[in-house]
């Protein structure tokens, strides 16, 4: 379901009866994906996916790569991804040491 301002998308991964309109009637709301930030932002209830996934829920192949994004796809069918797992930076807030001075530069 696609949400947000003109040019300013956000989507929300709702799990929908396949004859509603793409932003229509939908059952509930399974997570976010918002692509403008660098990285995208996915936020999925993988409890929430992988429950409509084993009631028989067929995902498009958008909302299939986000859910292997997530982990939601390999816990349901229980073979591991083939995409790589992107980890976000270390956020322990240290920087990396400066660059020591070259003995004899002035």
Do not use: C, H
Not at 46 to 73: C, F, H, M, Y
Not at 78 to 99: F, Q, Y
């Amino acid at each position: 379901m696609r949400m947000g301002k003109k040019k300013q998308p956000t989507y929300r991964v709702v799990a929908a009866d396949a004859r509603s309109p793409r932003n229509g009637r939908f059952i509930e709301i399974v997570g976010i994906y918002d692509p403008r930030p660098d990285p995208s932002a996915i936020r999925i209830d993988n409890d929430k996916a992988v429950e409509w996934l084993r009631k028989g829920a067929q995902p498009t192949d958008s909302v299939r790569k986000l859910l292997e994004i997530s982990g939601a796809w390999e816990a349901f069918s229980g073979e591991p991804s083939t995409r790589p797992v992107l980890t976000p930076p270390a956020a322990s807030g240290a920087k990396a040491p400066a660059a020591e001075p070259v003995e004899g530069s002035a």
